[in-house]
């Protein structure tokens, strides 16, 4: 039986999120963005969303209308 030592994957795991954001180009960077904003967006409420003048199927076209 093989034995697998998994206590080096989360350094695996950052040493390859770090190289990925060394060799980012801008629109890496403003995709990661708007993911970003669009998942804090659907974490919202609807009440929340509602004060904001948004509904839940507007959230893509809200966000990818905004500047990066």
Do not use: C, K, W
Not at 23 to 37: M, N, V
Request: charged residues 25%; glycine residues 2%; aromatic residues 6%.
């Amino acid at each position: 039986m093989a034995y697998v030592d998994h206590t080096a994957s989360p350094v695996l795991s950052t040493l390859r999120e770090t190289l990925s954001r060394l060799l980012e180009t801008p629109f890496d960077r403003r995709l990661r963005a708007r993911q970003t904003r669009i998942a804090q967006l659907r974490a919202m409420t609807d009440s929340e969303l509602a004060n904001m003048g948004l509904t839940r199927d507007a959230i893509l076209p809200y966000v990818f209308s905004q500047p990066a």
